[in-house]
C-alpha cells in the first residue's frame, strides 16, 4: 500500500479491541470476517465493511476471512462468488482464510440435535400465515405455538426425517424455544431450518433438502471459526441476543461477541442489493460492472482507483449511527488520487477542423510534452503538430461573448498548448450555418516565448488530424438526479434516474494513446479524469470512459458552491 496513505483512525471498535487487548481476552488474538451472501455484486457498502474487517486485521496483526454466508440457494450463484473475490483483491486485501458458510452444515445439523435434546429446539407445523399469526406483533405478544410441547423424541424423528428429505418445502420448520413473549420478536421462537427439497447448491448440490436460517448460521460459523469481534451494520443490533443465545446454548469453540457499526448511505445512489439487482435486471444499466453502478466491479470500470476508495472509506470512518455521506465526500477523494497519478493527455471531445493555412502542408514538428505539470519524474511525450488539427467546438465562437473570453474567437488568436499561438480569420460554414472548419495562421515566433507587443491569455488544447485517433468517449454522469432516489410521498426511486447519466461522443485522442488498456486513467487536459473501457476498448476501437470530471459540476445545482 502507498506510504501516501494516513493511518487508519481509532473508532469506538478499535477502542473496544484495544480494551480486550489490555485485559488479556481471547488470548490476544484479533480475529473479524467478512461474510457477504453471494446473491449480488459488491457496492460501495461493502467497502465500508471491508476497510473496517481486514484493516482491523491488518492493523492489530490479526486475521480476517472471507466467509460466504451461502445459506439461499436460489439466489446464489458462483458468479457472484467470483465477482466478490476479485473485488476484495481490488481494493487491495487479502483473507486470511476462504470460507463457505455451507462447509459447516453437517456441524451446525448436529448443533441443531443437540438444542433438540436439551428442549431447546422443536419442529413446528404451523404455515407461514399461522406463523405471522402466532408471532405477535411489536406491542402484543406471541403465541406459543401448539407444537412447542413436542416431545425430545418426537422432535428428533421429525428433524431426522426433514433431513432425509420426506416432507415438502414450508411442511415444517424446526425452530429455537425461547420465549414468544419477549419483546424482542427475534427471540419468539425463531426459526432456525426450513426445507428447500428442490434447490441445487452451489456447493453442496442437493445433498441438504433442509437449509439453516442466516442468524443461526451467521453466529455458529463464527463461533467455528474463532471470530473474536464479529463486526455488523446497526440493523443487527436487535438480533445481538439471539447470537448471544446460541452462544449461550450451544457447546461452541468460542465465545465471539457481535458489535454493530452504521451502515454507509451515499447521496445521489442506492446501496442495496435488490434495488441494484433490479437496475440490471430491469434493463436500466448495463449490467453489474456498469460504469454508473456503485458495485465495486462499476466503479473499478469507471477508473476509480481502490486507494481513493480506501481513502474515502476512512475519512468517513466508523460511528455508531447510520448517516448519508454526500457523493461529493468520493469524488474528491478520486479526484485527489488521480491528479497526482495521471498522466496527463490531450483529447479533443467534439472536433472542430483548424487549417494552419501558413503551415507547410508536409511538416511535422515534434512538440515536448511534460506528462504532469507537477511530477516530472512521470516524464515527457512528443506531440505531433500539423497543419490540420482539432481543436473543440467548445473553444470557437464567432464573437467573443465578453472581455473575460479566453478562447478562440473570429479575428482573434489563442495559444495552442505544448505549441504556437493561432490567428483565426474565417470561420467556413456548411447549408445549416453550423462552423464546419476554422481557417487560421500561426505565429512561428511563439513557440515557448510570448508573442510580440500583445497578450495572448487563453490556451486551449489540440490534437493532430492526421495523427490523432479517433475514439468513442462516454460521458457518465451520476446514475439519479436526486440525492435521496425515491425520497418523498409515492416516488418510485426509479422516477430519479438521470436520463442524461450516459452521453456518448466521438472524439480524437493524440497519438500517443493509439496502444493504451485498462485500466490506465489520464487527465484530458481541461477535460476530466478517463479511463480505457475494460470491456469494450481495444487498438482497432478505442473506448473511455469519463471517471469524473475536473471540478464537482453538482455542487452549483444543489446550492453548495
Ligand atoms: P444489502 O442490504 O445491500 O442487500 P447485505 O447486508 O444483505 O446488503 P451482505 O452480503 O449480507 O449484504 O453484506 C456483507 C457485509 O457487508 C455485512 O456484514 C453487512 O453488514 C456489510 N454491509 C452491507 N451493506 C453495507 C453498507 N451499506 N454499509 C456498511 N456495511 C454494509
Ligand atoms: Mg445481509
Not at 55 to 67: E, F, K, S, W
Not at 275 to 293: A, I, S, Y
Not at 357 to 370: F, G, I, K, L, S
Request: net charge negative.
Amino acid at each position: 500500500m502507498s506510504t501516501r496513505e494516513p493511518a487508519a483512525a481509532s473508532n469506538f471498535i478499535r477502542q473496544i479491541i484495544d480494551e480486550d487487548l489490555a485485559q488479556g481476552r481471547n488470548d490476544g488474538r484479533v480475529a473479524t470476517r467478512f461474510p457477504p451472501e453471494p446473491n449480488g455484486y459488491l457496492h460501495l457498502g461493502h467497502a465500508k465493511s471491508i476497510c473496517l474487517n481486514f484493516g482491523i486485521a491488518r492493523d492489530y496483526q490479526g486475521t480476517c476471512n472471507l466467509r460466504f454466508d451461502d445459506t439461499n440457494p436460489e439466489k446464489e450463484n458462483l458468479e457472484f462468488i467470483e465477482s466478490i473475490k476479485a473485488d476484495v483483491r481490488w481494493l487491495g486485501f487479502e483473507w486470511t482464510n476462504l470460507y463457505y458458510a455451507s462447509d459447516y452444515f453437517e456441524q451446525l445439523y448436529e448443533y441443531a440435535e443437540e438444542l433438540i435434546r436439551a428442549g431447546k429446539a422443536y419442529v413446528c407445523d404451523l404455515n407461514t400465515e399461522q406463523m405471522r399469526e402466532y408471532r405477535g406483533t411489536l406491542t402484543e405478544p406471541g403465541r406459543n405455538s401448539p407444537y412447542r410441547d413436542r416431545t425430545v423424541e418426537e422432535n428428533l424423528d421429525l428433524f431426522r426425517r426433514m433431513r432425509a428429505g420426506e416432507f415438502e418445502d414450508g411442511e415444517r420448520v424446526l425452530r429455537a424455544k425461547i420465549d414468544m413473549a419477549s419483546p424482542n420478536i427475534n427471540l419468539r421462537d425463531p426459526t432456525l431450518y426450513r426445507i428447500r427439497r428442490g434447490a441445487v447448491h452451489h456447493q453442496t448440490g442437493e445433498a441438504w433438502p433442509i437449509y439453516p436460517m442466516y442468524d443461526y448460521t451467521h453466529t455458529l460459523s463464527d463461533a467455528q471459526e474463532g471470530i473474536t469481534h464479529s463486526l455488523c451494520t446497526l440493523e443487527f443490533e436487535d438480533h445481538r441476543p439471539l447470537y448471544n443465545w446460541f452462544l449461550e446454548n450451544l457447546d461452541v469453540p468460542c465465545q465471539p461477541r457481535q458489535y454493530e457499526f452504521g451502515r454507509l448511505n451515499l447521496e445521489y445512489t442506492v446501496l442495496s442489493k435488490r434495488k441494484l439487482t433490479e437496475l440490471v435486471t430491469e434493463g436500466h444499466v448495463d449490467g453489474w460492472d456498469d460504469p454508473r453502478m456503485p458495485t465495486l466491479a462499476g466503479i473499478r470500470r469507471r477508473g476509480f482507483p481502490p486507494e481513493a476508495l480506501r481513502d474515502f472509506c476512512a475519512r468517513i470512518g466508523v460511528t455508531k449511527s447510520d448517516g448519508m455521506v454526500e457523493m461529493a465526500m468520493l469524488e474528491n477523494s478520486v479526484r485527489e488520487h488521480l491528479d497526482t497519478t495521471a498522466p496527463r493527455a490531450m483529447a479533443v471531445l467534439s472536433p472542430l477542423k483548424v487549417v494552419i493555412e501558413n503551415y507547410p502542408e508536409d511538416r511535422v514538428e515534434r512538440m515536448t510534452a511534460a506528462n504532469h505539470p507537477k511530477d516530472e519524474s512521470m516524464g515527457a511525450r512528443q506531440l505531433p503538430f500539423t497543419r490540420e488539427l482539432y481543436i473543440d467546438q467548445a473553444d470557437f465562437m464567432e464573437v467573443a461573448p465578453n472581455k473575460k473570453y479566453k478562447r478562440l474567437a473570429l479575428d482573434g488568436e489563442v495559444r495552442l498548448r505544448n505549441a504556437y499561438v493561432i490567428h483565426c480569420h474565417e470561420a467556413v460554414k456548411n447549408a445549416d450555418g453550423e462552423v464546419v472548419e476554422l481557417r487560421c495562421t500561426y505565429d512561428a515566433e511563439t513557440l515557448g516565448a510570448n508573442p510580440e507587443g500583445r497578450k495572448v491569455k487563453g490556451v486551449i488544447h489540440w490534437v493532430s488530424a492526421s495523427h490523432g485517433v479517433p475514439a468513442e468517449i462516454r460521458l457518465y454522469d451520476r446514475l439519479f438526479n436526486a440525492p435521496m432516489p425515491g425520497a418523498g410521498k409515492d416516488r418510485d426511486w426509479r422516477q430519479d434516474l438521470n436520463p442524461e447519466s450516459l452521453v456518448v461522443v466521438r472524439g480524437i485522442v493524440e497519438a500517443s494513446l493509439s496502444k493504451v488498456s485498462a485500466p490506465a486513467v489520464f487527465q484530458f487536459e481541461r477535460e476530466g479524469y478517463f479511463c480505457v473501457d475494460s470491456r469494450d476498448s481495444s487498438t482497432e476501437r478505442l473506448v473511455f470512459n469519463r471517471t469524473i470530471t475536473l471540478r464537482d459540476t453538482w455542487a452549483k445545482i444543489a446550492g453548495k458552491d
